[in-house]
């Protein structure tokens, strides 16, 4: 058994929203008024029309595997019981690509393309963390 305490996510003021919106597990995503686009990471203005006029909305949730790695190598003491796993980009159906993992599933079974939807993981510390599991098609 680890006891070793895995890093925890450390908010800025521009990722405090998306973290707080975790923590009710609801994914959170900041959304242009001039323009509709979705964007991620957090930033103080839209990615593809530099306005600063945005809202923080919660998306579906619903993406699918944009690429992934199956770790096999320990590269902190924390995750060792949990090897090997995987670490994806997911592409979410709003558009935006985000940093996660595929969890339920042994690393054998990830494909590239396959529907994911988030779940949210106890992180410790009063953090959710946003993870992504296979789905069937069926929400
Ligand atoms: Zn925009």
């Known amino acids: 058994m680890n006891s ?44 593809r029309c530099l306005s600063q006029d945005f809202a923080w909305e919660e998306v579906s949730g619903h993406g699918r595997i944009y690429s992934f790695v199956v770790y096999h190598r320990n590269y902190h003491p924390a995750f060792e019981d949990e090897l090997p ?19 339920g599933v042994p690393s054998q079974d990830v494909r590239c393309d396959l529907p994911v939807r988030a779940v949210f993981e106890d992180g410790g510390h009063g953090m959710m963390i946003p993870k992504f599991e296979i789905c069937n098609g069926q929400w």
């Not at 305490?5 to 597990?25: F, I, Q, T």
């Not at 995987?86 to 558009?95: K, M, P, Q, S, Y």
């Open 85 to 103: 796993y995987v670490v994806a980009i997911i592409e979410l159906d709003e558009g935006p690509r985000l940093l996660s993992n595929i969890v």
């Open 4 to 47: 070793i305490a895995k890093p925890v996510p450390r908010p800025s003021a521009e990722s405090l929203p998306y973290w707080e919106g975790a923590r009710e597990k609801k994914l959170l995503l900041q959304h242009c008024r001039s323009c509709g686009e979705f964007w991620f990471p957090p930033s103080a203005h839209c990615r």
